[in-house]
């Protein structure tokens, strides 16, 4: 069975502080990660994909990907109070399918 | 402002009644998603449609779900007879065939009694 784990946290920062959410996925043959944040009895809300092992950067957030080790994260530099919510990873094994997502880690940051 | 839309926005129903929700995808889009999310359970997939054609429906029980997609801009999915254990949050989600990026609806938040 596909899949995908995450920390339930909270997780804890100070405002201004680098955030670090982590994901690991069981199928190795997924090719696209996603990371989405959903507030509070809202919807999820795509902030970011990556495809390729590496490092991908917009703005404050940063993915990361490890595919030998099967391992996503995502990095929200200079934290905010508005960043806190529930960020779900997900991963999808060809563009356009279902993605299989975490059961997301609760962030919270503090002013 | 393209989104997606889903109606009703809460239904409180009680056992054993019938329960409709609807999805109208963003204009254009050939990939339609049904998500269904729980405390417990999270986020999975019920069914997926492509170009009106059903993919992957195996996260749905059969017994008693169904989804449909009468034309390209209505997605449906049912539930006949409703249980309390079908309380939850329904996603729909849209994108494109060949494109990862998928809009997700408000949802609709079911309660049955």
């Known amino acids: 069975q596909k899949e995908v784990e995450q920390n339930s946290g909270p997780l804890s920062v100070p405002e201004g502080a680098i955030a670090s959410l982590n994901c690991t996925y069981s199928?190795?043959?997924?090719?696209?990660f996603f990371w989405y944040r959903q507030y509070s009895g809202k919807s999820p809300e795509l902030i970011m994909f990556i495809y390729s092992n590496g490092d991908k950067e917009d703005g404050r957030f940063t993915a990361q990907l490890n595919k030998a080790s099967q391992y996503v994260s995502l990095l929200i530099r200079d934290s905010q109070p508005s960043d806190s919510a529930t960020y779900l990873c997900a991963v999808n094994v060809q563009a356009g399918t279902a993605l299989i997502f975490g059961k997301g880690t609760t962030l919270s940051v503090s002013s | 402002d393209a989104r997606v839309t889903q109606t009703p926005r809460h239904k409180v129903t009680e056992m054993g009644q019938e329960v409709t929700m609807r999805c109208q995808p963003i204009?254009?889009?050939?990939?339609v998603f049904w998500y269904r999310q729980t405390m417990m359970q999270g986020l999975e997939l019920l069914a997926y449609?492509?170009?009106?054609?059903?993919?992957?429906d195996s996260g749905m029980p059969k017994d008693r779900f169904s989804a449909e997609m009468p034309d390209a801009t209505l997605a449906t999915l049912k539930i006949q007879p409703s249980e309390p254990r079908d309380s939850a949050v329904y996603f729909c989600a849209s994108g494109l065939g060949s494109v990862n990026t998928q809009y997700f609806g408000p949802g609709t938040r079911l309660t049955v009694l």
């Open positions: 204009l254009g889009h050939n990939t």
């Open positions: 199928d190795r043959g997924s090719q696209s």
């Open positions: 449609f492509r170009n009106r054609a059903p993919l992957d």
